[in-house]
């Protein structure tokens, strides 16, 4: 496993990102794949740095991401304000704005798993099949 902790603001998402392609180097992962992860990644930080601190706050995003044998799951966290799961079921099932990057996620990945993190704020979890 492999983690980073970014400040939770958009110009560190990139961050991110190169973690994650250096990562995609230690397996033969295909362009696309990588493509795919790079941007449910994107969208999971950006929610993360748009809705879980209050304006003025700050706060950190935690990525985790594990390498197994048939898959890579990725996950973010924010020790944010949290969300309220139904105001999110409503916004992908609408499509508006936040419903748009879970759906874009969901689309891309085999898992996707959304939740309170323990000890407050948010966790996002979502995992590619590499076979």
Do not use: M
């Given at each position: 496993m492999v983690a980073l902790t970014i400040p939770a603001r958009p110009e560190y998402i990139a961050l991110g990102r190169l973690a994650l392609t250096g990562l995609s180097r230690t397996r033969s992962l295909s362009?696309?794949?990588?493509?795919?992860?790079?941007?449910?990644?994107?969208?999971?930080?950006?929610?993360?740095?748009?809705?879980?601190?209050?304006?003025?706050?700050?706060?950190?995003?935690?990525?985790?991401?594990?390498?197994?044998?048939?898959?890579i799951v990725i996950e973010v966290n924010d020790d944010g304000s949290g969300f309220d799961p139904e105001t999110l079921e409503r916004a992908e099932e609408e499509l508006d704005e936040g419903g748009l990057g879970i759906a874009i996620i969901r689309a891309l990945t085999d898992e996707l798993e959304i939740g309170p993190r323990p000890g407050g704020g948010s966790r996002l979890r979502f995992s590619k099949l590499l076979v």
């Open positions: 362009a696309e794949v990588v493509a795919d992860l790079k941007l449910a990644l994107t969208e999971a930080c950006s929610n993360s740095v748009r809705h879980a601190y209050d304006e003025g706050r700050e706060g950190v995003v935690e990525i985790r991401y594990e390498l197994q044998d048939d898959r």
